[in-house]
């Protein structure tokens, strides 16, 4: 996020894109309700759904799963056509504007209608109008823009348009991605990725490489080819290529596309080690299966969506002879070669502010009485609310020239239907916790599809009978919810439940830049199942 949670209130209009934000994200969500219904700021919502904020929207646009991209370029075209950008902010703080308007000409409101099934383009000009005259406006999004093989391109076409309203760099503002899980922001932020050291620093550079030798005080030499991200290992350990499997804190055979082809990598390895606080869906397949601890049974930080870092404390004693995580991976570590000596949580963070510039300035003292949010490069610092005020870190702005392409998978005559997933506010990611939740899983026991009217009728299906759905990757039996919520021709299906298991279903194909899984659209088939 470049913006902050507590900022909200500073805020005049809302996009919300692809993020079904109450569900997801329940306090934001609230936070946002309260602004629209209470103090009259301005809304947009743009999802396939009919999500709980389209009823307070200003307006709605439901579009076809995966057409993101051609939304946000519809809006540009029009705000450039009707001089309602910050020109004077995009002719000092950007460059790649010509380059972009150029590419925006062809995006007329009726040529972007017809891309994202919308029968009014007049809607696309009143929400345009609305984002541009109603300053700051902060737009929202989550998987709904990143989960696709376009997905990079979503991310930089959210840039685009705030680039083009001025509206990064102000507080109130921002592109402020909704992180799914706790600290999957800090994950990101350690090196958690195929690429990067901590803080970013790609693994390609020869002095990031000498620099982490010489703070992990290893003889090793650090590779500097950027590793592979989960579903390239998967493919990788089909075909031979990797060996062992070390899974911690994940739940691939649930999470990841295509769960056939999971269940056949994890089988294929030699090995398979599987640290985590229950026995998942994956663990059941590990060879060894190593007990962590939950967060309440541990010390540390996380960081989390608006990259404010938290302290965690131990308040309850841990369960049976689970060990904190990185005591496990110490002396994995050491058995192998390193010398680590950490001693507790902190002894890591001591190091983590050595070789991550923008945690610098972060200590535990300071943690436990302020609110500190990277980067904050100096304990003198008071951490950064908001990103990119008065310049980039790059300098200029990037304005990036983006066409729209469609999914990998479109409908036919097979499979006429589009299948998108997403989650249900009372359960979180694989279910790995919340189904472990008597109370949680007595109010949303099992899963479901949602088919809109038109479709059930068409298929001859009421609510709550049992139906077939279908793709070229699997099939599922589960029930019915006849709503209005999805489009027309589409249908929605939650991913916690293993006995409805929805990745059985998504296609694992991936973005060219960043390696991310088009969950969020496959062409599917429905068929009523008869008793």
Same mark, same amino acid.
């Given at each position: 996020m470049t913006n902050s949670i507590r900022e909200i209130p500073l805020t005049e209009s809302f996009l919300i894109i692809g993020s079904n934000t109450t569900d997801n994200h329940p306090v934001i969500g609230s936070m946002i309700k309260n602004e629209v219904i209470n103090k009259g700021k301005k809304l947009v919502v743009v999802d396939p759904r009919k999500i709980e904020l389209a009823k307070y929207a200003d307006v709605y646009l439901q579009i076809k799963p995966g057409t993101n991209v051609a939304i946000l370029n519809g809006f540009m075209h029009v705000i450039i056509g009707e001089n309602l950008l910050d020109k004077e902010y995009v002719s000092t703080r950007c460059e790649g504007y010509d380059e972009m308007a150029k590419v925006l000409e062809k995006y007329t409101p009726e040529h972007v209608a017809k891309i994202c099934g919308l029968d009014d383009p007049s809607k696309i000009?009143?929400?345009?109008?609305?984002?541009?005259?109603?300053?700051?406006?902060?737009?929202?999004?989550?998987?709904?823009?990143?989960?696709?093989?376009?997905g990079v391109n979503g991310v930089k076409s959210c840039a685009n348009l705030q680039m083009l309203l001025g509206n990064l760099g102000i507080p109130g503002g921002g592109v402020n991605p909704l992180r799914g899980q706790n600290n999957v922001q800090g994950a990101c932020d350690m090196g958690a990725l195929n690429a990067v050291y901590p803080a970013y620093q790609p693994v390609t550079s020869e002095d990031n490489q000498k620099k982490f030798k010489e703070a992990w005080k290893t003889q090793v030499e650090l590779s500097v080819k950027p590793g592979l991200t989960i579903v390239e290992s998967l493919n990788a350990a089909i075909a031979g290529d990797v060996k062992a499997l070390y899974v911690f804190g994940e739940n691939p055979v649930m999470s990841d596309p295509n769960q056939h082809h999971v269940i056949e990598a994890l089988e294929h390895v030699d090995l398979l080690v599987v640290q985590d606080i229950v026995l998942t869906e994956?663990?059941?397949?590990?060879?060894?299966?190593?007990?962590?601890?939950?967060?309440?049974?541990?010390? @540390? %930080?996380? &960081?989390?969506?608006?990259?404010?870092?938290?302290?965690m404390h131990k308040v309850v004693k841990p369960a049976g002879e689970s060990q904190d995580d990185w005591w496990i991976l110490m002396q994995i570590a050491n058995r192998m070669g390193a010398n680590w000596d950490y001693t507790c949580a902190k002894d890591i963070f001591e190091e983590i502010r050595k070789v991550t510039p923008s945690y610098a300035g972060i200590t535990y003292e300071r943690l436990e009485k302020e609110l500190i949010q990277w980067p904050c490069p100096t304990e003198g610092h008071p951490g950064t609310q908001y990103l990119h005020k008065d310049k980039f870190n790059r300098g200029l702005g990037l304005m990036s020239a983006i066409e729209f392409t469609p999914p990998a998978e479109d409908v036919d005559l097979e499979y006429p239907m589009i299948l998108t997933?997403?989650?249900?506010?009372?359960?979180?990611?694989? @279910? %790995?916790? &919340?189904?472990?939740?008597?109370?949680?899983?007595?109010?949303c026991p099992e899963g479901f599809i949602e088919l809109h009217p038109m479709d059930a009728s068409n298929y001859n299906v009421s609510d709550g009978e049992v139906v077939s759905i279908s793709t070229r990757r699997g099939s599922i039996r589960m029930k019915a919810r006849v709503t209005d919520k999805p489009?027309?021709?589409?249908?929605?299906?939650?991913?916690?439940?293993?006995?409805?298991?929805?990745?059985?279903?998504?296609?694992?194909?991936?973005?060219?830049t960043c390696k991310i899984p088009e969950f969020k659209v496959c062409a599917c088939k429905i068929e009523k199942v008869n008793a």
């Open positions: 000009v009143e929400a345009a109008r609305i984002l541009a005259q109603s300053k700051p406006m902060a737009l929202y999004y989550c998987m709904g823009i990143t989960q696709f093989k376009s994956t663990a059941e397949l590990a060879d060894v299966v190593l007990p962590g601890r939950a967060f309440i049974e541990k010390e @540390g %930080t996380a &960081s989390n969506t608006e990259r404010r870092v938290q302290m997933t997403g989650r249900v506010l009372q359960h979180f990611h694989t @279910g %790995t916790m &919340s189904r472990n939740s008597k109370i949680l899983d007595e109010i489009k027309p021709n589409v249908v929605f299906m939650p991913f916690h439940f293993v006995e409805a298991a929805a990745n059985k279903l998504t296609i694992d194909a991936l973005d060219p």
